[in-house]
């Protein structure tokens, strides 16, 4: 069974920054397009951000432009999520998945993600 484990997360000021991580022993990580998804009580998945098998292509959803960096260490199996500037507004569970998959516009889908860890809170205080 795939594991994957987020860490990081936690309570932040506004203005603030936290480094989320997600490590997989199981997951043969170069395979999979990898995936940030966060989710506030009672809303659906919302794309974060996404990296491709190798890490050269990113994409990230238009509010956090500027102010997240996803990364990935494929030897270590492990992908990043640098959050700085931290709003009030980011507060959710943030949770990593994984796609196998080449590169496309469906890597915002959070459907098409056939793994998930268990999630990681993210506070904010304003």
């Known amino acids: 069974q795939v594991d994957l484990v987020e860490s990081g997360g936690g309570l932040v000021q506004a203005g603030g920054s936290l480094r989320l991580s997600c490590a997989s022993s199981k997951l043969s990580f170069g395979l999979y397009v990898m995936g940030w998804f966060r989710q506030a009580p009672g809303n659906e998945h919302q794309f974060v951000a996404a990296?491709?098998?190798?890490?050269?292509?990113?994409s990230y959803t238009d509010s956090v432009k500027g102010r997240f960096t996803i990364s990935r260490d494929n030897a270590k199996n492990t992908v990043y999520l640098q959050m700085n500037s931290l709003q009030a507004e980011d507060t959710a569970v943030y949770s990593c998945?994984?796609?196998?998959?080449?590169?496309?516009?469906?890597?915002?889908?959070?459907?098409?993600?056939?793994?998930w860890g268990q999630g990681t809170q993210v506070t904010v205080s304003s």
């Open positions: 998945a994984a796609y196998r998959a080449t590169w496309g516009t469906e890597v915002r889908d959070p459907n098409k993600y056939a793994y």
């Open positions: 990296i491709s098998r190798g890490g050269a292509t990113i």
